[in-house]
Structures are given as C-alpha cells and as structure tokens.
C-alpha cells in the first residue's frame, strides 16, 4: 500500500486545498511551517556513543543473546534487523537495563555508555534509564493523565528538580511534532489522541526527560502508513541530538531511516555495516538471503 | 432447497426447544426466593418504618413504647468504619506487594495461598477468635466495639485484598515498563501510575468488602455485644443492625418481631447503596 494514495487526516487537517489537487509527497504546508518555528536544538543534549562487547543474555536456560559486540555511533541511527525471535528486541532492553523487568532474564558481559559500563557494581538503573530512553511497540500513553501530565510525567517521576515545566513540555511536544495538533487541548486525557499521535506523544514523554540515547522497539508496527512516515521524519530530526536505535521487521523503514544496520539472527549480531551495503552488497551469505526475502 | 445444505431435523429443533425450556424453568424457580425475601422485606419492613424508629433508641421495655433502631444504625456505620480503616490499606497494601514485588515467589505463592483460605473462613470463627484472644483476656475491658471492628476487618481483609489483586493485575505492564523507562523508581510507578489507572477497580472491590461486612452477625455477637442505647465510645460494647435483628427476632412481641424487619430492610437499602456506588465507580474504570 502506498501512503500517498490515501486521503490524509493531516493533509486536510492543514490545507484543506488539497481538494483534488494531486497526491502529495513530503511534509505538508503547515508541517514546513511548523518545522521552521520550532526552536534550534540546544546545545548542551547531543547523542552519546553505546558499545556491546561480549553480551549474551539468558532468558533461565533459553541463551537470547549470544556474545554480541557491536558499537552504536552518536547522532547516528542504528537499525536491528532480523525475523522474529531472533533476539532484536532483547538486545535493546538490555541497553538500558529493562529485561531486568522479565523474571529470569539476565546479562553478562559490557554494556557500555561512553565508558561507564550499565551494569558495573554501583550505577542506578535510575540514571541509566534517565540517560538512555525507550520508546515501546505499542503506544503506552498513561490513561490517567492528560497530555500535559504525560509529557511532564518523565520529569516528575525521575524527580528532576528545577525545570520550568510548561516550557520542557513545550519543546518536547515540538521536538516530538506533535505541538500544533495538540497545543489547544493540552488539558485532555491522552488516551485520546489517535495511535499515530499517542506514538508521538510517547516519544514527547522520553525527550522530556532529556536522555543522551532513545531505543526505539518497533515504534512504527502499531500504525498505519501515514503515521509511521511522520514517525520516521521525526527520527531524521531527532538524530542531530540523539543517538537513535531502532529495531524494526520492516527491511524498508530500515533502509529509509537508518545511517547504519545491523542484521540479527538466533541471538547473534551477523552483520553491522552501513545501510546501503547491507541492502546490496552484504558480506555475509545469511544477511543476503534476509534482505532478499529469502527468509524470515 | 439444496442437498449440501439440508434443512434442520425435527428431532433437533424439538430438543433445542425443550432444552431452553428447562433452563428458562430453572432460571424462574431460583428468582422465587429472591423475589419472596424482597416483597416480605418491603411489605412487613415498612409497616415498621417511622421518623420515631430511626431517630430513637430501642428502650427494652416489655410494656409500652419498644423505640427504633438509632443506636443500631450509629453502631454499625461506626464499628464498619473502622473495620474499613483498618482492613483496606492493609488489603490493597498486600496485593501491591503481591502483584509488584512478590509476583510468583514462593512466599508471595504461600500468602496467596492463605488469603484464599481465609476467603473461605466462616465468620463465627473470626468472632471466635476475636473473643478469645481479646475479650476473655479482658484487653481493655471485655466486650468492645473496636474488637467487633477487628473481627469485622479479619473478615474484610482477604476479600479486600483478592478483589485488589485481579484489579492490579489488570494494569498493563506497558506502563509499568513506560514510567521504569523514563528512569522512575519502582515506588514512584506504583504510586503514580499503576494504582491511580487501578482505582476505580480498588474503590469497587472495597465498597463490597463493606457491603459483606455491614451485614455480618457472628463476629459481632460476642466481640461487640448488644446494648440498647447508642454508644459512640470504641471501648463499650455497641449496637449493630444484625444484632438488633437478631435480638428482635427471638422475641415473642409481634412489635419486635417487626422491629426486626424494619432493620432488616434498613440493612437491606444500606447495602443496596454501597453495591450502587461500587457498580458507579467501576463504570469510570478504564481497564477491562
């Protein structure tokens, strides 16, 4: 299915001269406008490098991860790939210390953030997930809070001390682009904006606390076309101040967001490299197979 | 009319008949009592209403004026209350641990485990227990209100905490994982996010623990006692609506007799309200 056939609640959310007119491709008038307003990036959040060496993971006895090394470059987006079951999204919990949330899970070997190891004796699971954020497969607004309190819900559990609130949510919410759409009903639960949005929303919440890195597990498998491309646009953005990964099934988004890519199979990081040689010339025989729709 | 689809046999349709026949035949029999116990609730009930028999106390007299059931009334909402006050926190304080740290320990097992089997105990027994561990020890005095509110909380606390559990249980991990990841401390999820989404659902489960406790005889009768006059003093013994019933209805006098119906029906709406209530407030839930 191709996005631009569609009629866009976006496109006629914006215009409204879009009547006819032909099928559009890119941002829309009112998001150029939007873009162009929102503020420069500041300069003090700027991605941070992530370095595997050696991880495997254990779900009891099921070996999940087998002895991943890997680096993650800093505002670059790095994609996981692979068929399912193949450990993607284990490896990312792992980045930021969440499969401790499994019972039975476990990790050995470094994990590290710049230098500091997520897992050494002494480091706050607090912090590291404070520094490296995580945006879920499914939209997980907070029902009970508005979208003002979901944004600002980061900022008040992690106990940050002084921060202007309104403006934090502000800019989060234009970082997330998602800003012009809500900005009239902030007061509104968020559990009521559509899944694209609630997305973006979710995305909003995890800037606001400011981290230096944002996993993202298959935040785009949730949405339709139309969402998903607003999802992707935003991940060009959000690289200049973050280090992104994101683990997807979809070879295409892939190619399209991604600067590096790594492909995954059993538990085993077969191949990283640049995007585009792992979608043309890849080394190894297996990542081939997968990117051809061999398998998987 | 094809032969792939042939139409249905006689001997079919006539079973399917006689079969929702019967279940409908059962379903009307079981209605029976439930219909009898409310027409002679309301009809012999308020006969014994007046503005007198809810602002009066019962007088005990044999001759003359029997009262109304104030102090019956005072007693029980006062002596709930506290069970309430007691057994609620405690109840949804151990499914919390339960749901967000225990989880499938063996400890966490074991205590399910015991709460399904006080779920099960017969409330004499928790009036039995109230009355040798602190009324014939003499614990600041004999008989009291605030042990009938002890019994009365033994009673509340497995529902309480049973009810808490499936409705903590409801709560998505999602979000549970959402706040964790936004570097929230594990005490700050549950306090923020997980039992704010839950509360509807724990308000609910509580207002029926009170509604099963309100009506309770036996771990009253000899932890809080009887008395005629309304007694607003935690250490003495107070007055109850099922003991007032259960005093009037051994009674030979027509009048108490109907004094008992008065309070039964009383007891009845009081309940009624609650289970109202609890139906209102898990309307509001937005877990299913």
């Known amino acids: 299915m191709n996005p631009e056939d569609q009629t866009t609640p976006a496109g006629a959310e914006t215009a409204g001269a879009g009547n006819g007119a032909a099928p559009r491709v890119g941002p829309s008038p009112g998001e150029v406008a939007a873009a162009a307003e929102r503020p420069p990036p500041p300069a003090h959040p700027t991605g941070r490098a992530i370095a595997l060496r050696d991880v495997d993971a254990y779900y009891g006895d099921a070996h999940a991860i087998k002895s991943a090394t890997m680096d993650y470059a800093p505002n670059q987006v790095t994609a996981m790939i692979g068929p399912s079951g193949s450990g993607k999204s284990t490896l990312v919990r792992c980045i930021n210390r969440m499969h401790e949330e499994i019972p039975g899970a476990r990790v050995e070997g470094e994990i590290l953030l710049d230098d500091v190891d997520v897992n050494a004796a002494g480091v706050d699971v607090v912090a590291v997930r404070r520094a490296i954020g995580m945006v879920f497969q499914k939209p997980n607004p907070f029902p009970t809070l508005s979208i003002y309190d979901n944004v600002a819900a980061g900022v008040r559990l992690s106990g940050m001390k002084g921060i202007n609130m309104r403006e934090r949510v502000e800019q989060s919410l234009r970082s997330a682009a998602l800003w012009e759409e809500v900005k009239d009903r902030l007061g509104q639960p968020g559990i009521g904006l559509s899944g694209g949005q609630q997305q973006r929303l979710c995305i909003a919440r995890t800037i606001a606390v400011e981290p230096e890195v944002i996993l993202m597990d298959e935040p785009c498998s949730a949405l339709d076309p139309i969402a998903t491309l607003k999802i992707e646009e935003l991940i060009h953005e959000l690289k200049q101040r973050y280090t992104i990964v994101i683990v997807t099934h979809n070879m295409q988004q892939a190619a399209r967001v991604a600067d590096t890519t790594a492909f995954m199979l059993d538990g085993a990081i077969v191949e990283h490299a640049p995007t585009r040689k792992i979608f043309s010339t890849p080394d190894d025989a297996r990542t081939e197979e997968y990117v051809t729709g061999k398998f998987g | ?288």
Request: glycine share 8%; charged share 15%.
């Open chain 2, 1 to 288: 009319m094809s032969a792939a689809l042939p139409v249905v046999s006689r001997r079919r349709r006539t079973t399917d008949r006689v079969a929702r026949a019967a279940l409908l035949a059962l379903t009307l029999v079981a209605l029976v009592p439930l219909v009898l116990v409310l027409y002679y609730l309301i009809k012999e009930g308020l006969g014994a209403w007046s503005a007198d028999f809810f602002t009066t106390d019962p007088t005990g007299r044999f001759l003359g004026d029997p009262g109304g059931i104030k102090s019956a009334i005072v007693g029980t909402i006062i002596m709930v209350a506290l069970a309430s006050a007691i057994a609620i926190p405690f109840g949804i304080g151990v499914a919390l641990y339960l749901v967000e740290y225990g989880k499938q320990s063996r400890f966490a097992n074991v205590v399910r485990y015991f709460v399904d089997v006080m779920t099960g105990v017969p409330s004499v027994v928790f009036g039995l227990f109230v009355y040798i561990v602190l009324v014939v020890t003499k614990v600041g005095g004999s008989f009291a209100a605030w042990k009938g509110s002890i019994a009365l909380a033994l009673l509340m606390l497995p529902v309480v905490t049973r009810s808490a559990e499936v409705v903590l249980n409801l709560v998505p991990n999602a979000l549970r994982e959402g706040a964790l990841a936004l570097g929230a401390p594990r005490w700050k999820v549950v306090f923020r996010i997980v039992l704010p989404t839950a509360l509807p659902g724990l308000v609910t489960g509580s207002l029926l623990a009170i509604a099963r406790a309100a009506g309770e005889t036996a771990p009253l009768l000899f932890t809080a006692a009887f008395v005629l006059g309304t007694q607003l003093d935690l250490s003495q013994r107070m007055n109850s609506l099922p003991l007032q019933i259960f005093n009037d209805v051994g009674q030979a006098q027509d009048r108490l007799v109907q004094r008992a119906w008065g309070a039964a029906l009383t007891l009845v709406l009081l309940v009624l309200l609650l289970t109202l209530v609890a139906r209102l407030v898990q309307r509001r839930s937005r877990l299913t």
